[in-house]
């Protein structure tokens, strides 16, 4: 396992800051008794700084790693080689440019709509760290792959538990529905 050098701190730091935006609403459905601690309220208030973190972190990540590998922007070659890296710094920057109270007024329900997009970055940045690190892990490497498919399972028992719920309530409207008219209190 090779040390990590400055571009991959870096690009550590911004996958860090990423899974700490996306963990307070994860925490507070996957693991309700959290709710009763402060964490879930701390992580909130700061979500949105925690985000632009992540943003810059990213920008010097991807900025040392083009110096270092002179990419060649005229050539498709090389977004096809870095899609994920790429995919996921566009959907780092549409975000921190609208993280602000401005953009959450102007844009009102959209702007739930476009933040959504964070959900894609968790898939695009395991096939990033599993496809640019294969061969060559560094001590970061497991830590990162670990941290960034564990919020990734977190996420997708919040998306069941959420959908139990629907359900759940469904079936309750339903079935007041089906009561014979004089049983409704
Ligand atoms: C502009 C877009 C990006 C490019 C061109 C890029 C490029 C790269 C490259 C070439 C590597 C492999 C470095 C090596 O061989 O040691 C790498 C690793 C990595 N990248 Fe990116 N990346 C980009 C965006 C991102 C973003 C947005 C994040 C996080 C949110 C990120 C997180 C990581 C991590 C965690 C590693 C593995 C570091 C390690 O295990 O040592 N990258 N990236």
Redesign the pocket.
Known sequence: M?T??L???L??L??IS?IVTLSPTILRIVFPEVRQTSIPKILLKYRRHIGIF?FF??LA??FF??QK?N?DFFDFKTYWI?C???A??TI?TILAITSNDWSVKRLKKNWKKLHQLTYW?MFL?IW??WD??SG??????PI??VA?SGITVLFLVRLWIEHQNKQQKMNGKTSELKLPANSIK
């Open positions: 090779d990590a050098p571009d991959n701190i690009g550590f911004a996958l990423y992540a972190f990213a990540h991807g790693l083009v590998r990419f870095y994920q890296g790429v996921t710094f780092f970055a940045l990033h760290i640019k690190m060559h892990w560094t001590y970061l490497t990162g792959i960034i």
